[in-house]
């Protein structure tokens, strides 16, 4: 008998799995929307690239990165248009844009000091740009509300400094200063015994000294470095140097004044973090309240003007009152000094 040998059942074919279908072409309103979406996120991505490298590169970048923080609003929108366009990797890249300009505008540094030890003096710095010298009036009214023991005021031309030395010769009387016109002159008034007075060579009025508070000596330094203008972003670096330079201090330090600076800029951040020092504005959570300007159309939108402060310290509160005449709001913080034992 002849066998019928069976058929085997053919193999099914394998099969391979479905390209990913292409984007869709663009429409010519979606094209724009996404051209618009492109450019709205150049500047964001610029900036938080050069903020996360640690740079503050050459014009316009150390100018605008006074903006960093508000850049998050044109990278929001650039993410909304981009899912508006439909282009998914155009969205994948704003997402991650606007995350990281987010993180940039988180504040800088610990929120403490770690001080340790008693407490042995407590005192009140205030620092203020007066601009040319329009708003000392102003400042003597605000010295006289707040009663601070330490003063730190930039801008402060040759009538500036006798009005304040004259009018507050019994609660500050002692001082170091930088007699000058216009923008160079400056000077610190202080309740404690002043030493050791040295001036850091700059273009505007930079002085510092040694003060006895609390049976501790306190360097004192005033800073005031040139501002990051196009044409002399090296010098302001340069002068951010010498700031820095004083910050490598042994001891208590406290340095104020019109940095010329925010968070932003890698040249502040080295101060900060050449002496381990702290912004009292961080460390009562005022790290992002703006000083500047506080004339002409636009609303102030950074924060330039710092009290800087060892490990030696701890801050309690830091207000920013307004100087009618000047285009800088005032630093007022209050410290505490311990012994470090």
């Given at each position: 008998m002849d066998r019928v040998l069976a058929a085997e059942p053919a193999a099914e074919p394998v099969k391979s799995p479905a390209p990913t279908p292409p984007e869709p072409p663009l429409r010519p309103r979606h094209r724009v929307t996404a051209w618009a979406a492109g450019l709205l996120l150049l500047g964001?991505?610029?900036?938080?690239?050069?903020?996360?490298?640690?740079?503050d590169a050459v014009t316009p970048v150390p100018q605008l990165l006074s903006l960093l923080p508000w850049c998050a609003?044109?990278?929001?929108?650039?993410?909304?248009?981009?899912?508006?366009?439909?282009?998914?990797a155009l969205g994948a890249v704003a997402a991650v844009v606007l995350a990281a300009t987010l993180w940039t505008a988180l504040p800088?540094?610990?929120?403490?000091?770690?001080?340790?030890?008693?407490?042995?003096?407590?005192?009140?710095?205030?620092?203020?740009?007066?601009?040319?010298?329009?708003?000392?009036?102003?400042?003597?009214?605000?010295?006289?509300?707040?009663?601070?023991q330490l003063v730190?005021?930039?801008?402060?031309?040759?009538?500036?400094?006798?009005t304040l030395t004259t009018a507050f010769a019994d609660e500050l009387p002692h001082y170091?200063?930088?007699?000058?016109?216009g923008s160079a002159g400056?000077?610190?008034?202080?309740?404690?015994?002043?030493?050791?007075?040295?001036?850091?060579?700059?273009?505007?009025?930079?002085?510092?000294?040694t003060a006895e508070i609390g049976g501790r000596s306190v360097r004192l330094q005033l800073a005031?470095?040139?501002?990051?203008?196009?044409?002399?972003?090296?010098l302001w670096k340069r002068e951010l140097g010498l700031v820095e330079d004083a910050a490598a201090h042994e001891g208590p330090l406290l340095i104020a004044g019109d940095f010329n600076a925010s968070q932003d800029h890698a040249a502040f951040r080295s101060v900060l973090d050449a002496g381990d020092l702290h912004d009292a504005a961080r460390l009562t959570g005022a790290s992002r309240t703006p000083t500047w300007p506080m004339e002409g159309p636009v609303p102030p939108y950074v924060q330039i003007d710092h009290v800087l402060v060892s490990e030696d310290f701890t801050a309690g509160n830091t207000r920013f009152p307004d100087l009618p005449g000047t285009d800088h709001r005032a630093v007022v913080t209050d410290l505490d000094l311990h012994t470090g034992r």
């Amino acid at each position: 008998m002849d066998r019928v040998l069976a058929a085997e059942p053919a193999a099914e074919p394998v099969k391979s799995p479905a390209p990913t279908p292409p984007e869709p072409p663009l429409r010519p309103r979606h094209r724009v929307t996404a051209w618009a979406a492109g450019l709205l996120l150049l500047g964001p991505a610029l900036l938080t690239a050069c903020r996360l490298l640690g740079t503050d590169a050459v014009t316009p970048v150390p100018q605008l990165l006074s903006l960093l923080p508000w850049c998050a609003v044109p990278a929001a929108l650039g993410l909304l248009l981009a899912a508006v366009a439909r282009r998914r990797a155009l969205g994948a890249v704003a997402a991650v844009v606007l995350a990281a300009t987010l993180w940039t505008a988180l504040p800088y540094g610990p929120d403490s000091t770690g001080a340790h030890g008693p407490v042995v003096a407590r005192l009140r710095v205030l620092a203020s740009n007066v601009e040319f010298g329009e708003a000392t009036g102003a400042l003597v009214t605000t010295i006289r509300r707040e009663r601070p023991q330490l003063v730190f005021v930039s801008e402060c031309d040759r009538a500036c400094g006798r009005t304040l030395t004259t009018a507050f010769a019994d609660e500050l009387p002692h001082y170091a200063s930088v007699e000058a016109d216009g923008s160079a002159g400056s000077v610190i008034l202080s309740a404690y015994p002043l030493r050791d007075w040295r001036m850091l060579p700059s273009a505007m009025g930079m002085p510092g000294a040694t003060a006895e508070i609390g049976g501790r000596s306190v360097r004192l330094q005033l800073a005031h470095p040139l501002p990051p203008l196009p044409g002399q972003v090296h010098l302001w670096k340069r002068e951010l140097g010498l700031v820095e330079d004083a910050a490598a201090h042994e001891g208590p330090l406290l340095i104020a004044g019109d940095f010329n600076a925010s968070q932003d800029h890698a040249a502040f951040r080295s101060v900060l973090d050449a002496g381990d020092l702290h912004d009292a504005a961080r460390l009562t959570g005022a790290s992002r309240t703006p000083t500047w300007p506080m004339e002409g159309p636009v609303p102030p939108y950074v924060q330039i003007d710092h009290v800087l402060v060892s490990e030696d310290f701890t801050a309690g509160n830091t207000r920013f009152p307004d100087l009618p005449g000047t285009d800088h709001r005032a630093v007022v913080t209050d410290l505490d000094l311990h012994t470090g034992r």
